[in-house]
């Protein structure tokens, strides 16, 4: 966005970002940075074009941990977002998750299929807060008329992560990288499909530039096992690692895939970045950052 002239303000109350990601932009004449918590209100002066609403905890790990913190900004954070956007008569992009599809019982997931999320279940806090999320954001858009965005992120990787993340790419390349065995969880036939991030922020961009007000899937359909994605981190960090299976954590989506008709279609959005190629920029960036 700075890239193309914008004047760009972040807010982060850091619980889980890191400053250091910030270190090529920070002092740019049009960015700011603001220490702030979404979930409070948020006091922005002058104009704004749009609110763009990315914050929350997104590792299991991290929500598990931190349940009510998890709940408050899919909640608050989103209401105050929206509150802000509707005081600054701006648009606003909501990230939703594919975790509201929960454990999916139809792989791949088109945007229509409504999921199968246990409410009182370990993951719901940050599921259930996203569908919260998505209604709200609904909700401003009927009765205040406001010009609204919902993406469905897929699970997306790349450079930047925190190296104690506790997600399975981050994970698995320390892991590799130090010659320790990888955690497979369960039996490692569970699928997931990886975006890389320079894709999910090209579809971000796109969907700021279109008028789709409804919910649109972003994510890499490209679908594996968790046990092809620790031989395949293995064999590009030419590490002697082996694996060692650890308990599947209770509720863990069995598939996971996006449908992205829809943002082929609306948005002329597809992912490029092949998984190898994705993995070997994040090795590389892990392996100067361990
Ligand atoms: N996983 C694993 N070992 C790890 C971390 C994760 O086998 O050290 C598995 C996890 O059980 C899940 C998949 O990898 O099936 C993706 O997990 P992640 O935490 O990255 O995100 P999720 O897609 O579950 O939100």
Redesign the pocket.
């Known amino acids: 966005m700075l890239e193309d002239g914008h004047e760009v303000i972040a807010m982060d109350n850091q619980v889980s970002g890191q400053n250091s990601n910030l270190e090529d932009i920070f002092y740019h004449d049009r960015f700011s940075f603001y220490e702030h918590d979404v979930t409070e209100y948020i006091h922005v002066a002058g104009e704004l074009d749009w609110v763009c609403h990315l914050a929350s905890l997104a590792?299991?790990?991290f929500y598990r941990r931190n349940p009510i913190k998890t709940l408050k900004v899919g909640a608050l954070g989103t209401h105050k977002t929206l509150g802000l956007a509707k005081a600054k008569d701006a648009k606003y992009l909501f990230t939703s998750t594919s975790?509201v599809y929960g454990d999916p019982e139809v792989n791949p997931q088109p945007e229509s299929y409504r999921g199968n999320v246990d409410p009182y279940g370990p993951r719901s806090c940050y599921d259930e807060s996203k569908r919260y999320g998505e209604s709200l954001v609904r909700s401003y858009r009927e009765q205040h008329d406001l010009d609204v965005r919902v993406v469905r992120i897929f699970?997306t990787y790349g450079p930047r992560m925190r190296i104690d993340d506790?997600?399975?790419?981050p994970?698995?390349v320390r892991q590799a990288l130090a010659n320790e065995d990888?955690?497979?969880?369960?039996d490692?036939t569970?699928t997931?499909s990886f975006c890389y991030v320079s894709d999910l922020i090209d579809g971000l961009l796109a969907l700021i530039d279109s008028d789709l007000q409804t919910p649109v899937n972003l994510g890499n359909p490209d679908e594996r096992t968790?046990n092809e994605l620790a031989e395949t981190i293995i064999d590009l960090t030419g590490s002697q690692s082996g694996v060692t299976h650890?308990p599947?954590?209770p509720q863990?989506?069995q598939v996971?895939r996006p449908d992205i008709t829809k943002a082929k279609e609306e948005l002329q959005w597809e992912p490029e970045v092949p998984l190898t190629d994705g993995l070997e920029r994040s090795i590389e960036y892990f392996a100067q950052h361990v």
């Open positions: 590792s299991p790990i975790e699970n506790g997600r399975v790419i994970t698995f990888l955690t497979v969880y369960g490692g569970q997931r968790v650890e599947l954590p863990d989506p996971r």
